[in-house]
C-alpha cells in the first residue's frame, strides 16, 4: 500500500510582518511530525521562508525546529522536495548538503503512483503584472545576487527581512493576497487551462504562491489546487495513492 504524499507551501517563516511566527513555526513542526510515519514524500512549494539568501559559508539565523525536522524525514527515508518560491530563491547547497532534501528550481512534472502532477510555487506563472516580472528577474539574475553576496550578512539579511515585512504589511492583511478573483481572473488558473491544451495527461497542478484555498476542476481527470498558506489557513494536500485531498491541520484531531 502506497504511503501519502504531502504538499504545503507559503509559511513565510521568520517573517517581521507575522507577530505568531515562532508558535506558527513550531506548529509546522508538530505538524510534519505527525505525518512522518504515513508520509513517503513531502513536498514544500516555494516560500517556506520569508527571506532566505545563502552565502557559501553563512545561512541565516534561526529555524533551527524546522531544518531539525526536515533532517528528521530526510534521515528516515522521507523525501523531501523543496521547491524555490519567490521569497527563498537564493537557496545555495545548504538544504540538499545538511538537510538532504530534493530542490528544484523550476516547476516539476511528475508521476506520483499513476497520477501526474504539474507543481511548482507558482510566482511568474501567467502574472502580465510588468513589475513583478522585472522584479522577478532581477532578484533571478546571477550577476544582481553575486553582487548581493558582497554585502555583509549583517546588513543584507535585515534588510531582506524589512523588505518581505514591508512588502507584506502594505497588502493590509496577513496574508498578503487578494481573495480569489474568479476562474476567468485568477492567472494559475488561466495558465493550468492553458498549459493543459498541449500537455493534457496532467491530472493535478499544484500551487502555492496565491496564499488562497482552492481545488477547482478543470477537466473530468484534471484538477487545479492551490495550498492556501501555514500563515493563518494552515492548509495542505495529501494524495493517498489515488485521490487528492486539501485539509487544515488541526491539532489533535488531523488524521491524513
Known sequence: ????????????????????????????????????????????????????????????????????????????????????????????????TECGVILHREPQTLEIGDKVFMMGHGDGLGDPDPK??????????????????????????????????????????????????GEDKEHLVIYAKKYLQTHPNINFFVFGHRHIELDLMLTRESRVVILGDWISQFTYAVFDGSQLYMENYVEGETQL
Open 1 to 96: 500500500m502506497m504511503k501519502n504524499v504531502y504538499f504545503i507551501s507559503d509559511a513565510h517563516l521568520g517573517s517581521r510582518g507575522i507577530p505568531h511566527n515562532r508558535m506558527q513555526e513550531r506548529r509546522l513542526v508538530r505538524f510534519l511530525d505527525s505525518i512522518k510515519e504515513r508520509a513517503s514524500a513531502v513536498y514544500m512549494l516555494g516560500d517556506m521562508f520569508d527571506f532566505w539568501y545563502e552565502y557559501r559559508l553563512v545561512v541565516p539565523k534561526g529555524y533551527t525546529r524546522f531544518l531539525g525536522k526536515i533532517s528528521e524525514l530526510t534521515d528516515n527515508g522521507v523525501e523531501v522536495h523543496f521547491f524555490i518560491g519567490n521569497h527563498d530563491i537564493w537557496c545555495g547547497d545548504y538544504l540538499e
Open 132 to 181: 513583478f516580472k522585472l522584479l522577478r528577474a532581477v532578484f533571478h539574475n546571477k550577476l544582481c545576487q553575486r553582487m548581493f553576496s558582497c554585502i555583509h550578512p549583517r546588513w543584507a539579511i535585515d534588510f531582506g527581512l524589512t523588505w518581505a515585512k514591508n512588502s507584506r504589511l502594505k497588502h493590509g492583511k496577513e496574508g498578503g493576497d487578494p481573495d480569489y478573483m
